[in-house]
């Protein structure tokens, strides 16, 4: 079983920044890629960027593209969410999702308990 934990919500005025960390720990895990996604009030969950963990790849939703940055450490098993520019339309909860491998269970997806971003106009 891999946990993963989110850190660094909060709330910021429009125009702010703020960084997301999200750390997967687990007995004997491999990671193929580690996301973020947010579910703001009355709306469905929705993707907001991924990283591949070999290589780096990156892909971030329209909404986010030039104000988001994500970026990992492999050695920490960790994934961050760089936020600038934030807009009252980001606010959100955010998760932290991994595809993560396991030789108990193969490959699944995992979910942290979510960090909750509030921007006020």
């Known amino acids: 079983q891999v946990q993963l934990v989110e850190s660094g919500g909060g709330v910021v005025q429009a125009g702010g920044s703020l960084r997301l960390s999200c750390a997967a720990s687990?007995?004997?895990?491999?990671?193929?890629?580690m996301g973020w996604y947010r579910r703001a009030p009355g709306k469905e969950r929705e993707f907001v960027a991924r990283?591949?963990?070999?290589?780096?790849?990156?892909t971030y939703a329209d909404s986010v593209k030039g104000r988001f940055t994500i970026s990992r450490d492999n050695a920490k098993n960790s994934v961050y969410l760089e936020m600038n520019s934030l807009k009252p339309e980001d606010m959100a909860i955010y998760y932290c999702?991994?595809?993560?491998?396991?030789?108990?269970?193969?490959?699944?997806?995992?979910w942290g308990q979510g960090t909750q971003v509030t921007v006020s106009s």
């Open positions: 687990g007995p004997s895990f491999s990671t193929n890629d």
């Open positions: 999702n991994a595809h993560a491998y396991t030789a108990r269970i193969g490959t699944r997806v995992y």
């Open positions: 990283i591949a963990w070999s290589g780096g790849s990156t």
